[in-house]
């Protein structure tokens, strides 16, 4: 039967792989939320330019130049925002990703802490087993030396 302490160990140290993984993890949460911003960014600042180009057409005529400045700027952005949405995809891959790789860490770790939880209850029943033997066998000691005397 292996030690506990040998159990205690492999614990630990699927405790500090999980750790690693959690901080993996959190640090591909925090790109997401990074490139994820961006981007909204990008979007907002293209719906203000749509909006802001929408009044000063509504306002007054307009000059041919400044219609195809405002066209130009916006496919630009958009082209930046096809872009990003690649990264953005690929950062939420990754952190999928990690997510299923810290998953299957902390099932390790449960994994381990059942199997102590396991051995320390058989240890229990061991020593309640022996110690009920061990009372079993002073009872008949003092009944046959009380039969005896």
Known sequence: MTSLQTFY??????????????????????????????????LKRKETEDLRFDEEL???????????????????LEQQINDLQNTVHKARTDMESAHEVLSTAHIEVKKYESLIDRRLQQRSAWNKAEESKSMDELSVRQFLNYKNR
Request: net charge negative.
């Open 9 to 42: 160990k492999v614990k630990d140290l699927q405790e500090r792989e999980k750790k690693q993984k959690q901080k993996i993890y959190q640090e591909h949460i925090d790109h997401f939320e990074s490139v994820a911003t961006q981007m909204y960014e990008l």
């Open 58 to 76: 509504s306002g007054s005529s307009i000059k041919a130049e400044v219609f195809m400045q405002h066209e130009r700027f916006v496919e630009q």
